[in-house]
Nanobody, 121 residues
Framework: QVRLVESGGGLVQPGGSLRLSCAAS????????MGWYRQAPGKQRELVAA???????NYVDAVKGRFTISRDNAENTVALQMNSLNPEDTAVYYC???????????????WGQGTQVTVSS
């Protein structure tokens, strides 16, 4: 079974940084495009960053230049370095496997618990 476990969230002041990590199991991790999604209260879940099996990346405009996605295929992990955080980044962050860098639909029906990121002064 697919298991996705997110960690690294927390409370941070505007302008601060966090690094999120997602550990995947039950899949051949290295062949999948992986991504980070976020869901703010009352809003739909959206893909904010994705990285292909070969390391190509794509970001939603709202996070471009501030967030960096990376992966470690040996560890079956994908990370999201989040810099210059602002209150609009507040959300629960999840990982999954988008169909491609430009198609955000998630391949796996099983989602992890997510990790809460709160940006507040």
């Amino acid at each position: 079974q697919v298991r996705l476990v997110e960690s690294g969230g927390g409370l941070v002041q505007p302008g601060g940084s966090l690094r999120l990590s997602c550990a995947a199991s039950g899949i051949v991790f290295s062949i999948y495009t992986m991504g980070w999604y976020r869901q703010a209260p009352g809003k739909q879940r959206e893909l904010v960053a994705a990285i292909s099996a070969s390391g190509r990346t794509n970001y939603v405009d709202a996070v471009k230049g501030r967030f960096t996605i990376s992966r470690d295929n040996a560890e079956n992990t994908v990370a999201l370095q989040m810099n210059s955080l602002n209150p609009e980044d507040t959300a629960v962050y999840y990982c999954n496997a988008p169909y491609s860098l430009t198609r955000q639909e998630a391949r796996f029906a099983t989602w992890g618990q997510g990790t809460q990121v709160t940006v507040s002064s």
